[in-house]
């Protein structure tokens, strides 16, 4: 479920990376859009076309790559070539353009977030490991020796995170 949650929320990342770069290329060519309004009622007008262009263009992005929401969130989750698009698939792109449409932000804190729970759920469950294995042992145990096993079982960690 881990790796499932870290493999849509990278693609979500990407995807909207992708979004935000052309949301933002349309802002800066359209003078309406680039520049700040006067009056608060004008920039609350402005913030809600940028928004509705930027929900556009994400529900294009999600098109263009079958980035179809319930795909995604299946456990094989992979985007598929575009075929004939069913209206389940519509739905799951308009859905994933609107998650898009939030910005590469949220994605890159719900990545943060997943991969530091996973990497404390293996350092706690290291930790255990390290201690059952010294209660087990039935030799005295040197400074020396303690840190043998702590850095052989920290050399370790390192290979699972660069695999």
């Known amino acids: 479920m881990e790796n499932l949650i870290i493999s849509v929320s990278l693609t979500l990342f990407m995807l909207s990376l992708i979004t935000e770069k052309i949301s933002n290329f349309i802002k800066l060519n359209i003078p309406s859009l680039a520049n700040k309004a006067n009056s608060e009622k004008g920039e609350k007008n402005r913030e809600r076309k940028m928004q509705i262009i930027t929900g556009i263009?994400?529900?294009a992005v999600a098109m263009a790559c079958n980035a179809d929401f319930f795909v995604l969130i299946a456990e094989d989750s992979k985007i598929e070539p575009l075929t004939l698009l069913t209206f389940k698939g519509a739905v799951g792109c308009v859905i994933t353009g609107l998650f898009l449409s939030q910005g590469s932000k949220f994605f890159h804190d719900l990545l943060n977030t997943v991969l530091y729970y996973k990497n404390m759920r293996k350092a706690i469950?290291?930790?255990?490991?390290i201690q059952n294995e010294l209660l087990q042992s039935e030799k005295n145990l040197t400074a020396d020796d303690l840190?043998?096993?702590?850095?052989?079982?920290?050399?370790q960690d390192d290979e699972d995170v660069n695999s």
């Open 125 to 129: 469950y290291n930790k255990q490991e």
């Open 57 to 59: 263009i994400g529900i």
């Open 147 to 155: 840190i043998a096993a702590v850095t052989a079982n920290q050399r």
